[in-house]
């Protein structure tokens, strides 16, 4: 029994690091071709688990249920395709910014905030140790205030 929790874990492990994978690539990246990899990366983490839980409990119900994951990323894959074929065929980009532009005729377009400029006047002082060995060669405006973090 030790040695099939030893594995089921094992298997956990690596669908979790799967999924942890996939989520990193998706929040972190702009391309959607690279953003659809990622959302398959995390749909092979969560079969890979089911599939482990699956064969942990002797039960082939997690495995019915990868099958239809399958299927659904099948049907995802078809229709990601097709509209990232439409988005490079009218902007030649694939960057996820550009579909702000497909919006419908009725809807206001998105405009970001720009960032507030940062505080002109001069900061206080951060508090100082000691001086010990030679002083570096840098304007206290450097070392002493931050006006941004």
Not at 129 to 147: I, M, N, S, Y
Request: charged share 20%.
């Amino acid at each position: 029994m030790y040695s099939e929790v030893a594995i089921l874990q094992n298997y956990l492990v690596v669908g979790a690091l799967l999924f942890g994978i996939g989520v990193i690539g998706f929040l972190s990246r702009r391309n959607m071709i690279v953003m659809f990899l990622s959302a398959e990366m995390m749909l092979q983490g969560v079969s890979l688990s089911l599939v482990a839980w699956s064969r942990f409990h002797n039960d082939f119900g997690g495995q019915m249920l990868v099958i239809f994951i399958i299927a659904v990323a099948a049907c995802e894959a078809a229709i990601a395709l097709a509209l990232v074929l439409m988005l490079v065929r009218r902007t030649g980009k694939l960057d996820v910014v550009v579909w702000g532009e497909l919006r419908e005729d009725n809807q206001l377009p998105f405009e970001e905030a720009d960032l507030p400029e940062p505080p002109t006047e001069p900061c206080e002082p951060w508090p100082t140790l000691t001086p010990a060995g030679v002083d570096p060669k840098l304007k206290p405006e450097q070392t002493d205030c931050r006006p941004n973090v």
